[in-house]
C-alpha cells in the first residue's frame, strides 16, 4: 500500500522558516520524481519544486526560487522542502506528490498546512 506522509507544517511569521518532510513508502522511490505542491486557499493546486529521481535536475516555482530547496534522500525514501524568508503568500497547504519514472502512476500525500501570519 502507497503511503505519503507529510510533516513539519506549522505558523510561523513572516520572515521565518520551516522545513517540510515527507515519508514515502510502498512505491518505487528510487525511480520516482518527487514533488511539493501548494494549494492556497480558493486557489488551484501549483507546483512549487520538483526533483528527479537521482536528485540532478530541480525545479522551483518562479515565487520560491532563491527561498526555499528540495532535497531527497533515496536511502530513507524522504523528500524535503527547506523553505526561507516565508511570506503571507506562502500560506497553504503543502502536498507531496511522487511519479513513478516507468508506470507514470501518481501519489499524493494527505497535505499539511503552513500558514505565515504576523
Known amino acids: 500500500q502507497v503511503h505519503l506522509v507529510e510533516f513539519g507544517g506549522g505558523s510561523v511569521q513572516p520572515g521565518g522558516s520551516l522545513r517540510l518532510y515527507c515519508a514515502a513508502s510502498?512505491?518505487?522511490?528510487?525511480?520516482?520524481?518527487m514533488s511539493w505542491y501548494r494549494q492556497a486557499p480558493g486557489k488551484e493546486r501549483d507546483l512549487v519544486a520538483a526533483?528527479?529521481?537521482?536528485?540532478?535536475?530541480?525545479n522551483y516555482a518562479d515565487s520560491v526560487k532563491g527561498r526555499f530547496t528540495i532535497s531527497r534522500d533515496n536511502a530513507k525514501n524522504a523528500v524535503y522542502l527547506q523553505m526561507n524568508s516565508l511570506k503571507p503568500d506562502d500560506t497553504g497547504v503543502y502536498y507531496c506528490?511522487?511519479?513513478?519514472?516507468?508506470?507514470?502512476?501518481?501519489?499524493w500525500g494527505q497535505g499539511t498546512q503552513v500558514t505565515v501570519s504576523s
Open positions: 506528490n511522487g511519479v513513478n519514472g516507468f508506470s507514470r502512476v501518481e501519489y
Open positions: 510502498g512505491f518505487a522511490f528510487g525511480t520516482s520524481t
Open positions: 526533483i528527479s529521481s537521482g536528485g540532478g535536475r530541480i
